[in-house]
């Protein structure tokens, strides 16, 4: 049974620039989350997708933008990028039902913009 | 609001004796609480959960944490560390449905675990 994938592992773009990271959840989970971990830092919660639509959202601007597919995979958008987007974006991903509401995360995308 | 303090930015052990990472959570609604381990440059594994079930809540590799309301902590421990134990460690709260924050993780600034021989 495959865990939660992303790709790509590693990514280094420029200032201003427009980045796409993807995530395929566990099988079975049906909600994707998106963190921001910045070096020394716990994770930030960006956003939650469920039923393709967003569900919640963090303390984070428009430039950050998701997408979720039929498939309950996700895409997360960053345009204009900053120096200070530099970090590990994890998707996490969990079952709507169950209660428990734990999230399984993958190994993270690191994004180093230039 | 919910809110996690993780009381301890390092902490460290010698091999076989305990552990202790401190906890502490802020939140307006009955929370579900989580403990992950993250060793460097790989993602988060979750190590044990409180979901209003029983307040001692036993996990992986040995782990264990006590929800205690009244004192609004969640401490993680272990009777005795083992070199591979050495990561960094999170504490994290979400809020049961009905909460305002539903399926939304807060986590705290980690907890550095050094083991030494």
């Known amino acids: 049974d495959a865990g939660v994938t992303q790709s790509p592992t590693h990514l280094i773009k420029t200032r201003g620039q427009q980045v796409t990271l993807r995530c395929s959840p566990k099988?079975?989970?049906?909600?994707v989350s998106w963190y921001q971990q910045a070096l020394g830092q716990g994770p930030q919660f960006i956003f939650q997708y469920y039923e393709e639509e967003e569900r919640q959202r963090g303390n984070f601007p428009d430039r950050f933008s998701g997408h979720q597919f039929p498939n309950y995979s996700s895409e997360l958008n960053v345009n204009a990028l900053l120096l200070g987007d530099s970090a590990l974006y994890l998707c996490?991903?969990?079952?709507?039902?169950?209660?428990?509401?734990?999230?399984?995360f993958g190994p993270g995308t690191r994004l180093t913009v230039t | 609001a919910q809110s996690v303090t993780q009381l301890d930015s390092h902490v460290s052990v010698s091999e076989g004796t305990p552990v202790l990472l401190r906890c502490n959570y802020s939140?307006?609604?009955?929370?579900?609480l989580f403990w992950y381990v993250q060793h460097p440059n790989k993602g988060l594994q979750l190590l044990l959960k409180y979901t209003s079930a029983a307040t001692l809540v036993k996990g992986i590799n040995g782990f264990e944490a006590e929800f205690k309301k009244s004192e609004t902590s969640f401490h993680l421990t272990k009777p005795s560390a083992h070199m591979s134990d050495a990561a960094e460690y999170f504490c994290?709260?979400?809020?049961?449905?009905?909460?305002?924050?539903?399926?939304?993780?807060?986590f705290g600034q980690g907890t550095i675990l050094t083991v030494h021989p």
């Open positions: 994290v709260v979400s809020l049961l449905p009905g909460g305002t924050s539903y399926g939304k993780l807060t």
């Open positions: 996490a991903s969990s079952p709507i039902a169950g209660g428990s509401y734990e999230q399984y």
């Open positions: 099988s079975g989970h049906d909600t």
């Open positions: 939140s307006s609604y009955s929370p579900s």
